[in-house]
């Protein structure tokens, strides 16, 4: 059974810096998609950043801030967060398609204020 576990959420200054890492326990593929949506009180889940092999996507809106890395051994990903601003805080959540499957972690909470 894969599990994913995000950790590294918290509460942050706007301009501050935070780094989320899943931590996915059974074997994934570099080749196979993980990604972090996130998720802000009374909306819906959204993309945040994407890594398959080396290719990364991201948000416009985080896009120059935010970078996405992924480690195989362990299996971990990271999001490294910066110049954060108060309308990044949300739940955020890491995502991994494995084979037919797709799996999400609990979600880790980011907050964003003075």
């Known amino acids: 059974q894969v599990q994913l576990v995000e950790s590294g959420g918290g509460l942050v200054q706007p301009g501050g810096s935070l780094r989320l890492s899943c931590a996915v326990s059974g074997s994934i593929r570099d080749t196979e998609s993980m990604a972090w949506y996130r998720q802000a009180p009374g909306q819906q889940r959204d993309f945040v950043a994407r890594?398959?092999?080396?290719?990364?996507l991201y948000a416009p809106s985080v896009k120059g801030r935010f970078t996405i890395s992924r480690n195989n051994a362990p299996n971990t990903m990271y999001l490294q967060m910066n110049s954060l601003k108060p309308e990044d805080t949300a739940v955020y959540y890491c995502?991994?398609?494995?084979?037919?499957?797709?799996?999400w972690g609990q979600g880790t909470q980011v907050t964003v204020s003075s």
């Open positions: 890594i398959v092999g080396s290719d990364t």
């Open positions: 995502k991994a398609e494995i084979g037919r499957f797709t799996y």
